[in-house]
């Protein structure tokens, strides 16, 4: 049975909100009909609009995430012909260079498989209630839209 912060979609997906370094190898599985895997992984900078980064937090309201997450896995299913859609975003405090979300899609063919992934990715960042604190070298803020991906 999946833990409270995990949720299989559907088979081959899987949408999860960690606490813990992302394992970027649970999320490169393939089926024997997939002749593309794509993976996006967002990596906690140094440096965003100017000011220097030394770590970030993000925190989310999980029991709204982990559904709406779910639904961009389906509905990624829906747009694009991919055998498996991953979705995993980190929480807590992060330091640069850690990875804060990773996205993995599969497909017979690659320009699916980026597309899909392309999709999913802007998505998470638009619709779900994830919150990044840049901790500066001067201070701290809270981003939110746009500049929080």
Partial sequence: MPSQDSREARAGDLVR???????????LGSSPADGAACLFVGVVRNENQGRGVERLEYEA???MALPLM???AAETRRRFPVTS?????????????????????????????????RFAIDALKAKV???KKEHYTNGTAWLEGPEAG
């Fill in 17 to 27: 909100l960690v606490h813990e370094p992302i394992d970027l190898t649970t999320l």
């Fill in 70 to 72: 779910e639904e961009i």
């Fill in 85 to 117: 859609v991953r979705l995993v975003h980190r929480l807590g405090r992060l330091e640069v260079g850690e990875a804060s979300v990773a996205i993995a899609t599969t497909s017979p063919h690659r320009d699916e498989a980026f597309s899909a992934c």
């Fill in 129 to 131: 209630p994830i919150w």
């Fill in 61 to 63: 309201y999980e029991e």
